[in-house]
């Protein structure tokens, strides 16, 4: 024991020493200034903005130089890159899909840059492969982004993107000859696809071409999406255009055929909040259905979420927030759609409702009870049924690809889930909604052991005194309780997402269960802002109370602390994207409490983040500078904004990439160069670019391991004090 210590104080020693060689590139500060409301406020590095220029690039590169030699000779580097291949080297599928008799469902054999689609035809006893996306790639960087059977089984819409980016290239498979039709639909970014009955086409939504003098890039601005119908083996240019919002260019415009066939239901949203506009057309014969049916609405306003999961007849069923923060379904008849005749079939309860469908004559609701899952069932006249079971404290998941937590069709009582929790990978389950019954389905084979695992729950007094819920998990040899641990502190806090026990996200379980493994605590904390305990919670955390965010995460710190799990010297905090955002504001306003944070293709400028891509779109949660009220607030926890010169910061690894088309990467460039001119301390604050590489989705499983190893090694360095 007393060797490992020493050698742990060691390594200390030799990170501060490398930490304090480092040369960070020179940084331009130029002159520019905005006047917010009467306010100046400087942005010294706006040149970073322009992921095109070639100042920017050798900035890039520059910086590149800096951080990943130094990642990669951090002492743990190695051994973790080299655990976490055999850690992700496991055989794992996505849910399935039954139609028309057969199966469709992903396999990744372990270390496959991209999962590959199999389809068990009806009878067949062996699957066949039907699509490998690391066959349309040199280095795995296209991605199958989502994938959609037509009702008679006989073909596949599926989308493509390549390097990270969120635009998608939507093609159409044969599924009896796996091989591709000439169909091929572009212009295409948060768009799924809804096919008709008939099987000969199918609704989706894309974005207008850019203008004839114009070149398409990865980081257009986004405006005025339509729906628009694609009948398959025609070109894109004869799809017919169903629905527009010229009025409201920025508004998000989606379409789903009911389960019958009888009724397109067009969603309209204006941002990232659960409210919809909701308008519908009867297709009237299924199998011919009218393209040109008339387009109603049910309801014109942005108001609730408004979300059809089933209908009989002209009956249809809504999963919606009116008059039910927490959710409820109510049946509405479109002969007398009028907001009085809305009938509530299964009321709003304590818990939270996330999803819900009708299958097999019955409503199965997806429900969440202190941020894990419950499968709960109601007849159609909503009486409860008994829940399906589960095999423990977690949550019912889903792959990016198939965009499914359960797989069922309305009349079938067939239904695949998949479960998960911190320990244990996503295993499908085989449901009987008739028995009521759920066994495992697909073995999943592991190199590693589950039960050596341990999650508790625990709760906490933010600042304000709200109870909030977090989740602690260890190696159960390694009881923290004994004495502090290193600690890695996860957070996300915004957009209604709930952080729910989950080995389903690989970019973070599996580096949780290789930091487990060598004795460090894994900590999730379910913030306000989430969507764990409904819009209430969701509220507490967003606009102007985003601080509220901030302070649970600084409070569970200080828990996992007062508790003796950790101490100050081995707390380290990672969050992603909004989550990055977090970090980046945490540090800021409690340097001393951490002794490492990783900052994830974050959002940095809450200032300018509107002005970019889908940036827009998060007005909901943020507000926005634009408004006096927004700036005031915003600039008071904005992370490139609230850096101080001369203040000793803990070690920082900021990371993006260059295809992020989501969060753009000006925000990661701007923040740390405004952070490396300001460290006072010894401690490293770098940043690592990847390349051909986006937001996250589609990134390939060797990219993943190498981005991982580095973050663990980084935290590692700076979190094993003796």
């Not at 014969?285 to 306003?301: C, S």
């Not at 996250?696 to 580095?710: N, Y």
Request: hydrophobic share 40%; net charge neutral; with cysteine.
């Amino acid at each position: 024991m007393r060797l490992n210590v020493l050698l742990l104080a060691a390594c200390a020693a030799t990170a501060s020493a490398s930490a304090a060689t480092l040369q960070y590139p020179p940084t331009e500060r130029r002159e520019v200034v905005d006047d917010y409301h009467g306010t100046k406020v400087a942005d010294p590095y706006r040149w970073l903005e322009d992921t095109d220029s070639k100042q920017t690039a050798a900035w890039v590169t520059a910086q590149n130089k800096v951080s990943l030699p130094y990642l990669a000779r951090l002492p743990t580097r190695a051994k973790y890159h080299q655990r976490l291949t055999e850690l992700w080297s496991y055989e794992r599928y996505g849910v399935p899909l039954r139609r028309a008799g057969a199966l469709f469902y992903t396999r990744n054999d372990g270390l496959q840059n991209q999962s590959v689609l199999y389809v068990q035809d009806a009878g067949a006893k062996a699957a066949r492969m039907l699509l490998d996306p690391n066959t349309l790639s040199g280095d795995g960087t296209v991605a199958l982004t989502q994938w959609d059977v037509a009702p008679d089984g006989r073909h596949m819409a599926y989308g493509l993107a390549t390097a990270g980016s969120d635009w998608n290239e939507f093609r159409v498979l044969d599924v009896a000859s796996g091989k591709p039709l000439a169909d091929r639909l572009t212009r295409i970014k948060f768009s799924g696809t809804s096919w008709t009955k008939d099987g000969k086409g199918f609704f989706y939504s894309r974005y207008p071409d850019p203008p004839k003098d114009a070149k398409a890039g990865v980081f257009d601005e986004l405006a005025n999406p339509k729906v628009y119908y694609h009948r398959l083996g025609t070109p894109q240019a004869n799809d017919r255009l169903i629905y527009e919002r010229p009025d409201q260019p920025r508004w998000f415009v989606g379409a789903q055929v009911s389960d019958d066939g009888q009724f397109l239901f067009i969603q309209t949203a204006s941002g990232t909040d659960n409210r919809n506009a909701l308008h519908y057309a009867w297709l009237e014969d299924p199998q011919n259905p009218r393209l040109d049916a008339k387009i109603v609405a049910l309801y014109e306003r942005i108001d609730w979420l408004l979300q059809p999961i089933g209908n009989e007849h002209s009956i249809v069923y809504l999963l919606t927030t009116y008059k039910a923060p927490k959710k409820r379904i109510i049946a509405v008849d479109l002969r007398s759609p009028d907001l009085k005749f809305w009938a509530p079939v299964v009321a709003q309860g304590e818990d939270v409702i996330e999803s819900a469908w009708v299958a097999g004559g019955q409503f199965v609701v997806l429900a969440m009870k202190d941020a894990s899952h419950r499968l709960r069932r109601y007849a159609l006249n909503g009486k409860p049924l008994p829940e399906l079971p589960m095999p423990g404290l977690g949550s019912v998941t889903s792959t990016p690809a198939e965009g499914l937590f359960l797989s069922t069709d309305a009349g079938s009582s067939e239904l695949f889930y998949s479960y998960t929790d911190f320990a244990h990978p996503p295993q499908n389950q085989r449901c009987d909604l008739a028995r009521g019954k759920c066994e495992p389905f697909q073995a999943v084979k592991l190199a590693f052991h589950p039960d050596d695992y341990a999650t508790e729950q625990v709760f906490f007094r933010s600042k304000d005194g709200t109870r909030v819920p977090m989740f602690v998990s260890y190696r159960k040899d390694f009881d923290p309780r004994k004495r502090p641990r290193p600690t890695l502190l996860y957070g996300y806090g915004g957009f209604d997402y709930a952080q729910v026990p989950s080995f389903g996200r690989t970019e973070l379980s599996i580096p949780a269960l290789a930091w487990m493994e060598r004795g460090g605590v894994y900590a999730v904390a379910n913030l306000r802002g989430g969507g764990e305990y409904g819009e209430a919670w969701h509220k507490a955390g967003k606009k102007e109370r985003k601080q509220n965010v901030f302070d649970d995460f600084i409070a569970a710190a200080e828990h996992l602390i007062r508790r003796r799990y950790t101490s100050r010297g081995q707390l380290a905090i990672h969050g992603r994207s909004n989550g990055g955002l977090l970090v980046g504001a945490v540090i800021n306003q409690r340097p001393e409490l951490f002794a490492a944070g990783v900052a994830d293709v974050g959002v940095m400028d809450m200032l300018r983040f509107h002005k970019f891509t889908i940036g827009y779109a998060w007005v909901d949660d943020y507000g926005s500078s634009d408004d006096p009220a927004g700036f005031k607030y915003l600039r008071a926890y904005s992370p490139y904004h609230n850096i101080r010169p001369g203040t000793k910061y803990p070690a920082v690894l900021v990371t993006t990439a260059d295809h992020d088309d989501r969060v753009v990467p000006g925000h990661s460039f701007k923040y740390i160069a405004a952070l490396q001119a300001a460290q006072a301390g010894e401690a490293p604050v770098i940043i690592r670019v990847d390349v051909k590489s986006g937001h996250g989705a589609g990134k390939p499983t060797s990219k993943l391991i190498d981005e991982v190893a580095d973050r663990l090694a980084f935290i590692t360095e700076f979190t094993q004090a003796p």
